[in-house]
């Protein structure tokens, strides 16, 4: 496989937050009511901590540690749960590495107070801290290449994403009963309502003991995981729909992982659509049908818009939004030098495009991109290339949306990102396969950034597409 043709990977990313989202739990807890926790940690438990393994489809790729112990930060008393978490994952053939640390800490009443998280990725860096204040949650976003200072409105009662497991044991969550409420997430940056749900009783086998376990499946705007919780609050397993589980596991055994998981699963594969038809020219193919799970979609490449059509630079002035940073400077600089004195919007698209696909290494990136680390790094997957080419076409007044969606390769649909612009009627361009037009077998599910991408992961296990025909 041709390496510059890679996959949609933060798929995969978001996969995995949204079932590292629902952990591991205080073991006592009494909750008064739907939007107010008390939480008392016995003499038995001053400290508690677990391990669990991460595994895909069997095969184990990390692990996590979680320890919740109580404490005291500015002279309010509470409880501060630290966690480390480590993938290794092979991607496109590329070894990877991701690393997560983080802690949040609540109140006594089990209000959020703070919370740091860092993630490190190959040669990207993301730390996000936050503070809350009433009603209002505090900031501060840093990667190596950009600080971001930001406010969000929040409910008194919200949660982070990470603390949602201890609701698992409201005591009046009977089977098939419900409970809802909002958490911050992290990752992408914004509020989404979650919903709990009591799905029945198991017994589950955890070192050769058998366990009595209560299933819940948890429901965060549409992206589900279960977990497998005993009376006493300890999680044993969680799981995603996509092949991805957790498994409660002692200390050693969570550490070790088996060297040869490097080798073996190519997560970019695993996920792709395997083709009912091969096409011998795929980056020429100017129209397809498709069965699209059952309907029937007909995609044509665009053509190249007519000059008398083309508008001029700028088109429209652009509001900047998280990690497309096209008000900044270093992006506007360099856009300005790449097109020079264009003001035709079709010809600077192309040249951006072309700057983008000539300077930016290809390799898998299992990252949150922002365009100015993408700019200090110069590598990345279609996910760097997008967002890099957005901002840049952005900054000189060029309408881009950021498209998600599946392009054919060798005989496989993989899960790829490309943009679109507006020079007078909107066209699909593809810095990553450097073309100016692309081709028709790029096939678009949705369009937007970061928050809109999450909708990917529902989108995954269902996916079907068989080709009718081609041109």
């Known amino acids: 496989m041709k390496k510059f043709y890679t996959a949609f990977v933060s798929i995969f990313w978001f996969t995995m937050m949204g079932l590292l989202f629902h952990r591991e739990v205080l073991p ?20 508690r901590e677990s391990w669990m393994g991460i595994y895909f489809k069997d095969r184990k790729i990390g692990f996590s540690n979680t320890v919740i112990v109580q404490d005291v930060d500015n002279g309010v008393a509470g409880y501060r749960i630290n966690e480390t978490l480590l993938l290794r994952l092979n991607m496109l053939g590329e070894k990877n590495f991701v690393r997560m640390k983080g802690a949040s800490f609540f109140s006594e009443s089990y209000l959020l107070k703070n919370f740091y998280y860092r ?23 840093k990667t190596d290449a950009d ?13 982070i994403s990470n603390s949602v497991s201890p609701i698992l044991l409201f005591k009046k969550l009977d089977i098939n009963k419900e409970i809802s409420f909002e958490i911050f997430n992290p990752i992408s940056f914004g509020t989404n309502r979650v919903s709990i749900r009591n799905i029945g009783i198991e017994n589950l086998e955890f070192n050769k003991k058998e366990y009595q376990a209560y299933v819940f499946e948890i429901d965060s705007s549409g992206i ?8 006493d609050g300890d999680i044993l397993k969680e799981e995603s729909g996509l092949g991805f589980t957790m498994h409660k596991e002692d200390p050693k055994h ?58 001029a630079l700028p088109i429209e002035e652009i509001r ?57 790094t110069m590598q990345g997957d279609c996910n760097e290339h997008t967002v890099l080419f957005t901002a840049l076409a952005r900054s000189v007044g060029i309408p881009t949306k950021m ?66 025909d081609y041109k």
Request: cysteine-free; proline content about 4%.
């Open 403 to 468: 498209v998600a969606g599946v392009v054919y390769l060798d005989n496989a649909f993989y899960y790829h990102a490309w943009p679109k612009v507006y020079v007078g009627e909107w066209i699909n361009m593809d810095p990553t396969l450097g073309q100016e037009i692309a081709d028709a077998l790029h096939i678009p599910l949705l369009e937007g950034g970061l928050k809109e991408q999450l909708e990917l992961i529902r989108i995954i296990g269902e996916l079907e597409i068989r080709i009718v």
């Open 28 to 47: 006592t807890l009494i909750i008064t009511n739907p939007t107010g926790y008390e939480i008392e940690l016995t003499n038995d438990y001053p400290v």
């Open 254 to 311: 969570a550490l070790d992982i088996d060297p040869l998981s490097f080798g073996s699963q190519d997560l970019a594969v695993e996920f792709a659509l395997p083709s009912n038809m091969e096409i011998a020219q795929p980056r020429d193919v100017f129209y397809l049908k498709i069965d699209k799970g059952g309907e029937i979609v007909e995609i044509f490449k665009d053509k190249e818009p007519l000059k008398e059509d083309i508008l």
């Open 224 to 231: 589900k995981t279960k977990t497998w919780m005993t009376k």
């Open 119 to 141: 993630l490190v990725s190959g040669e990207y860096k993301l730390e996000v801290s936050g503070d809350v204040k009433a009603d209002e949650l505090n900031l501060v976003i």
């Open 320 to 376: 900047e939004e998280d990690f497309v940073q096209s008000s900044d400077e270093r992006i506007a600089g360099l856009a300005r030098e790449i097109i020079n004195t264009e003001k035709d919007s079709w010809t600077a698209s192309k040249k951006i495009l072309h700057w983008v696909y000539d300077n930016v290494r290809k390799v898998p990136a299992l990252s949150i991109p922002s365009s100015l680390d993408v700019l200090r």
């Open 147 to 159: 600080i971001k200072v930001k406010s969000l409105k929040i409910k008194q009662n919200t949660l």
